[in-house]
């Protein structure tokens, strides 16, 4: 079983800087990668999937995350956020070998200042 | 309608009654999930279906009793809850089980009293 691990549970950030949130997972074994959004009283919201290929994945929003398998990592980046990104973003893997399972990690509450 | 969609959006019961939630997704998805979100925990997976067959159950207590009478629709019926059981309910689907992204629907927001 994989765990996901969203180091910052709370992210507030100025108007137009940049973001980072971080994700990690546990398993070095063949994984999907996914980040959802989730706008108050939403569902979760695809931003992006890295599947296999370019470990460069491009996103709706503006949103980008790479996948670096040697870290497990998978972190998201924004180059200017707005006020619009203000939710909650949460990372999920499964793993290649067993699609029943997805794994989500705990979620960062991203707070966009103006 | 287009997605998923989920319904009711908000449910308040007491721990002696029963009720049912209901997804509905117009993707034309073979396989349906319900989640429990819970403030400050990972998402949990209860229930999988893939092809109206259920495929996973995550140790579930047996309160919850999901039902997919075809691939579309996807019922989580709810009997002498607990006030722990208090939580959003997600629905999701994908194309199939291990095929692709899961598309959620705006969850059932269930408090038991």
């Known amino acids: 079983a994989q765990s996901v691990t969203q180091l910052d549970s709370q992210v507030p950030v100025f108007e137009e800087a940049p973001v980072e949130l971080r994700c990690n997972y546990s398993?070095?074994?063949?994984?999907?990668l996914f980040w959802y959004v989730q706008y108050p009283n939403q569902g979760l919201q695809l931003l992006l999937k890295y599947l296999s290929g370019s470990t460069l994945v491009k996103g709706i929003n503006g949103f980008e995350a790479e996948f670096n398998k040697s870290q497990t990592s998978f972190h998201l980046r924004k180059p200017s956020v707005h006020i619009s990104d203000t939710a909650e973003y949460f990372c999920?893997?499964?793993?290649?070998?067993?699609?029943?399972?997805?794994?989500f990690g705990t979620g960062t509450s991203l707070t966009v200042i103006p | 309608e287009t997605g998923v969609t989920q319904t009711p959006r908000h449910l308040v019961m007491g721990m002696t009654n029963k009720k049912s939630l209901k997804c509905e997704q117009h993707l034309g998805h073979n396989a349906m999930y319900w989640y429990k979100q819970s403030a400050k925990k990972p998402l949990e997976l209860m229930f999988v279906y893939n092809f109206k067959e259920q495929t996973e159950n995550n140790s579930v207590p047996s309160r919850f009793s999901p039902e997919c009478p075809n691939s579309s629709h996807l019922f989580l019926h709810l009997h002498t809850l607990q006030p722990e059981d208090s939580a959003l309910y997600l629905c999701?689907?994908?194309?199939?089980?291990?095929?692709?992204?899961?598309?959620f629907g705006p969850g059932t927001r269930l408090t038991v009293t």
């Open positions: 398993s070095s074994v063949s994984v999907y």
């Open positions: 999920a893997v499964s793993e290649a070998e067993d699609g029943n399972q997805f794994y």
């Open positions: 999701a689907s994908s194309l199939t089980s291990g095929e692709g992204e899961q598309y």
